[in-house]
Protein backbone atom coordinates (compact mmCIF):
# COMPACT_ATOMS: atom_id res chain seq x y z
CA UNK A 1 0.00 0.00 0.00
CA UNK A 2 1.34 3.55 -1.03
CA UNK A 3 2.42 6.37 1.96
CA UNK A 4 3.03 9.38 1.22
CA UNK A 5 4.70 11.44 3.95
CA UNK A 6 5.15 15.01 3.98
CA UNK A 7 7.93 17.01 6.47
CA UNK A 8 7.04 19.41 7.89
CA UNK A 9 3.33 19.29 8.86
CA UNK A 10 3.62 22.89 9.30
CA UNK A 11 6.49 26.03 8.27
CA UNK A 12 6.61 29.78 8.57
CA UNK A 13 9.42 31.68 7.13
CA UNK A 14 9.73 35.39 6.39
CA UNK A 15 9.30 36.73 3.26
CA UNK A 16 12.28 36.49 0.63
CA UNK A 17 13.34 33.62 2.05
CA UNK A 18 13.82 30.56 -0.18
CA UNK A 19 12.32 26.84 0.91
CA UNK A 20 11.89 23.38 0.37
CA UNK A 21 9.02 21.08 1.36
CA UNK A 22 9.26 17.72 1.82
CA UNK A 23 7.52 14.56 0.23
CA UNK A 24 8.14 10.76 0.27
CA UNK A 25 6.56 7.75 -0.98
CA UNK A 26 6.80 3.83 -0.06
CA UNK A 27 5.73 3.04 -3.76
CA UNK A 28 8.20 3.72 -6.09
CA UNK A 29 5.82 1.70 -9.40
CA UNK A 30 4.54 5.72 -9.86
CA UNK A 31 2.99 7.17 -12.82
CA UNK A 32 3.59 10.33 -11.96
CA UNK A 33 3.64 12.83 -8.65
CA UNK A 34 1.27 16.63 -8.79
CA UNK A 35 1.68 18.80 -6.14
CA UNK A 36 -1.00 21.03 -5.27
CA UNK A 37 -1.94 24.57 -3.25
CA UNK A 38 -4.90 24.66 -0.91
CA UNK A 39 -6.06 27.67 0.62
CA UNK A 40 -8.43 27.69 3.61
CA UNK A 41 -11.62 26.69 2.93
CA UNK A 42 -10.74 26.39 -1.25
CA UNK A 43 -10.70 23.74 -3.41
CA UNK A 44 -6.83 22.21 -4.66
CA UNK A 45 -5.05 23.80 -7.12
CA UNK A 46 -2.21 22.16 -9.51
CA UNK A 47 0.60 24.00 -9.44
CA UNK A 48 3.25 20.94 -10.97
CA UNK A 49 3.32 17.29 -12.22
CA UNK A 50 5.82 15.27 -12.67
CA UNK A 51 6.08 12.19 -14.92
CA UNK A 52 8.12 9.03 -13.88
CA UNK A 53 10.44 9.22 -16.38
CA UNK A 54 11.42 12.97 -15.32
CA UNK A 55 13.24 14.41 -12.99
CA UNK A 56 12.38 17.94 -12.36
CA UNK A 57 9.48 20.76 -13.70
CA UNK A 58 9.80 24.21 -13.02
CA UNK A 59 7.13 26.77 -12.95
CA UNK A 60 7.70 30.62 -12.25
CA UNK A 61 9.45 30.37 -8.36
CA UNK A 62 8.41 26.82 -8.21
CA UNK A 63 10.73 23.89 -8.62
CA UNK A 64 9.80 20.36 -8.54
CA UNK A 65 12.26 17.44 -8.06
CA UNK A 66 11.27 13.97 -8.10
CA UNK A 67 13.79 10.80 -6.84
CA UNK A 68 12.05 7.35 -7.68
CA UNK A 69 14.67 5.26 -6.44
CA UNK A 70 14.89 7.26 -3.07
CA UNK A 71 11.45 7.52 -2.96
CA UNK A 72 11.41 11.58 -2.51
CA UNK A 73 9.95 14.59 -4.48
CA UNK A 74 10.44 18.10 -2.80
CA UNK A 75 9.19 21.53 -3.80
CA UNK A 76 11.63 24.34 -3.89
CA UNK A 77 10.03 27.85 -3.63
CA UNK A 78 12.11 30.86 -4.62
CA UNK A 79 11.59 34.08 -3.01
CA UNK A 80 8.82 33.61 -1.27
CA UNK A 81 6.17 35.94 -0.88
CA UNK A 82 2.79 36.20 1.58
CA UNK A 83 0.55 35.16 -0.88
CA UNK A 84 2.48 31.54 -1.33
CA UNK A 85 0.90 31.04 2.15
CA UNK A 86 -0.91 27.89 1.77
CA UNK A 87 -1.25 24.07 2.46
CA UNK A 88 0.75 22.06 -0.05
CA UNK A 89 -0.06 18.32 -0.85
CA UNK A 90 1.78 16.09 -2.81
CA UNK A 91 -0.29 13.43 -4.37
CA UNK A 92 1.58 10.18 -5.98
CA UNK A 93 -0.48 8.53 -8.79
CA UNK A 94 -0.12 5.04 -9.65
CA UNK A 95 -2.59 2.51 -11.84
CA UNK A 96 -5.89 3.10 -10.45
CA UNK A 97 -4.31 4.46 -7.05
CA UNK A 98 -4.15 8.32 -6.07
CA UNK A 99 -2.81 8.81 -3.02
CA UNK A 100 -1.83 11.70 -0.46
CA UNK A 101 -0.36 13.25 1.80
CA UNK A 102 -1.37 15.52 4.68
CA UNK A 103 0.60 18.39 3.61
CA UNK A 104 2.48 21.12 4.86
CA UNK A 105 1.30 24.08 5.59
CA UNK A 106 3.09 27.27 4.80
CA UNK A 107 3.14 30.63 6.23
CA UNK A 108 4.97 33.64 5.00
CA UNK A 109 5.94 36.66 7.18
CA UNK A 110 5.56 39.64 6.12
CA UNK B 1 -13.01 27.08 -18.57
CA UNK B 2 -15.27 25.41 -16.23
CA UNK B 3 -13.00 22.57 -15.20
CA UNK B 4 -14.87 20.66 -12.48
CA UNK B 5 -17.97 21.57 -11.29
CA UNK B 6 -19.79 21.02 -7.66
CA UNK B 7 -22.91 21.64 -6.39
CA UNK B 8 -24.23 22.80 -3.73
CA UNK B 9 -20.93 24.74 -2.13
CA UNK B 10 -22.75 24.26 1.49
CA UNK B 11 -25.20 21.86 2.97
CA UNK B 12 -26.59 21.36 6.60
CA UNK B 13 -28.57 18.32 7.31
CA UNK B 14 -30.23 16.74 10.05
CA UNK B 15 -29.32 13.06 10.71
CA UNK B 16 -30.93 10.74 9.08
CA UNK B 17 -31.70 13.14 6.03
CA UNK B 18 -31.04 12.03 2.42
CA UNK B 19 -29.23 14.38 -0.36
CA UNK B 20 -27.03 13.71 -3.52
CA UNK B 21 -24.21 16.09 -4.62
CA UNK B 22 -23.36 16.79 -7.89
CA UNK B 23 -19.97 16.65 -10.49
CA UNK B 24 -19.84 17.62 -13.80
CA UNK B 25 -16.47 17.97 -15.59
CA UNK B 26 -16.01 19.39 -19.13
CA UNK B 27 -12.70 18.12 -20.07
CA UNK B 28 -13.91 15.05 -21.89
CA UNK B 29 -12.19 12.91 -18.71
CA UNK B 30 -12.86 8.92 -17.94
CA UNK B 31 -11.73 8.94 -14.86
CA UNK B 32 -13.80 10.75 -12.08
CA UNK B 33 -13.39 10.34 -7.79
CA UNK B 34 -15.11 11.43 -5.10
CA UNK B 35 -12.92 11.97 -1.76
CA UNK B 36 -13.43 13.35 1.67
CA UNK B 37 -11.45 15.78 3.51
CA UNK B 38 -11.56 15.85 6.94
CA UNK B 39 -8.77 17.83 9.68
CA UNK B 40 -5.39 15.86 9.83
CA UNK B 41 -6.46 13.10 8.17
CA UNK B 42 -5.75 14.29 4.59
CA UNK B 43 -7.97 13.47 1.67
CA UNK B 44 -9.81 9.90 1.71
CA UNK B 45 -11.62 8.15 -1.05
CA UNK B 46 -14.73 7.19 -1.37
CA UNK B 47 -15.95 6.10 -4.68
CA UNK B 48 -13.98 5.95 -8.21
CA UNK B 49 -15.39 5.74 -11.59
CA UNK B 50 -12.32 4.98 -14.28
CA UNK B 51 -14.89 5.16 -16.92
CA UNK B 52 -18.80 5.72 -17.90
CA UNK B 53 -20.57 2.79 -16.69
CA UNK B 54 -18.27 1.63 -13.93
CA UNK B 55 -17.72 2.35 -10.18
CA UNK B 56 -15.52 1.23 -7.37
CA UNK B 57 -15.27 1.34 -3.85
CA UNK B 58 -12.54 3.24 -2.18
CA UNK B 59 -11.01 3.64 1.10
CA UNK B 60 -14.05 4.61 3.01
CA UNK B 61 -17.33 3.75 0.78
CA UNK B 62 -19.92 2.81 4.09
CA UNK B 63 -22.71 5.19 3.74
CA UNK B 64 -22.53 6.49 0.51
CA UNK B 65 -23.58 5.17 -3.04
CA UNK B 66 -22.29 6.57 -6.66
CA UNK B 67 -24.09 7.02 -10.06
CA UNK B 68 -21.50 7.89 -12.92
CA UNK B 69 -24.56 9.17 -14.95
CA UNK B 70 -22.81 9.51 -18.25
CA UNK B 71 -19.49 10.77 -19.57
CA UNK B 72 -19.38 14.37 -17.86
CA UNK B 73 -21.41 13.55 -14.69
CA UNK B 74 -20.81 11.72 -11.14
CA UNK B 75 -22.34 11.98 -8.19
CA UNK B 76 -22.58 10.98 -4.30
CA UNK B 77 -25.06 10.22 -2.62
CA UNK B 78 -26.05 9.99 1.06
CA UNK B 79 -29.11 8.05 1.84
CA UNK B 80 -29.05 8.33 5.63
CA UNK B 81 -26.68 11.38 6.75
CA UNK B 82 -24.97 10.58 10.40
CA UNK B 83 -23.00 13.14 11.93
CA UNK B 84 -19.52 11.59 10.53
CA UNK B 85 -20.26 12.70 7.32
CA UNK B 86 -19.64 16.07 7.94
CA UNK B 87 -16.74 16.79 6.01
CA UNK B 88 -15.39 18.77 2.89
CA UNK B 89 -16.14 16.24 -0.07
CA UNK B 90 -14.13 16.85 -3.16
CA UNK B 91 -14.60 15.86 -6.66
CA UNK B 92 -11.83 15.34 -8.84
CA UNK B 93 -11.47 13.63 -12.77
CA UNK B 94 -8.39 12.90 -15.13
CA UNK B 95 -7.37 11.11 -18.02
CA UNK B 96 -6.19 7.67 -17.30
CA UNK B 97 -2.94 7.41 -18.75
CA UNK B 98 0.52 8.76 -16.88
CA UNK B 99 0.41 12.82 -18.37
CA UNK B 100 -2.62 14.10 -17.26
CA UNK B 101 -3.03 15.39 -14.26
CA UNK B 102 -5.83 15.88 -11.80
CA UNK B 103 -8.35 18.35 -11.77
CA UNK B 104 -10.31 19.48 -8.51
CA UNK B 105 -13.61 21.25 -7.82
CA UNK B 106 -13.83 23.65 -5.35
CA UNK B 107 -15.39 21.51 -2.71
CA UNK B 108 -18.70 21.14 -0.79
CA UNK B 109 -18.66 21.68 2.88
CA UNK B 110 -21.51 19.43 4.76
CA UNK B 111 -22.86 19.59 7.87
CA UNK B 112 -25.26 16.91 9.67
CA UNK B 113 -26.46 18.02 12.66
Known amino acids: KQEVTQIPAALSVPEGENLVLNCSFTDSAIYNLQWFRQDPGKGLTSLLL?????REQTSGRLNASLDKSSGRSTLYIAASQPGDSATYLCVSRGYQKVTFGIGTKLQVIP | NAGVTQTPKFQVLKTGQSMTLQCAQD?????MYWYRQDPGMGLRLIYYSASEGTTDKGEVPNGYNVSRLNKREFSLRLESAAPSQTSVYFC????????????FGNGTRLTVT
Open chain 2, 27 to 31: MNHNS
Open chain 1, 50 to 54: IQSSQ
Open chain 2, 92 to 103: ASTLTGANSPLH
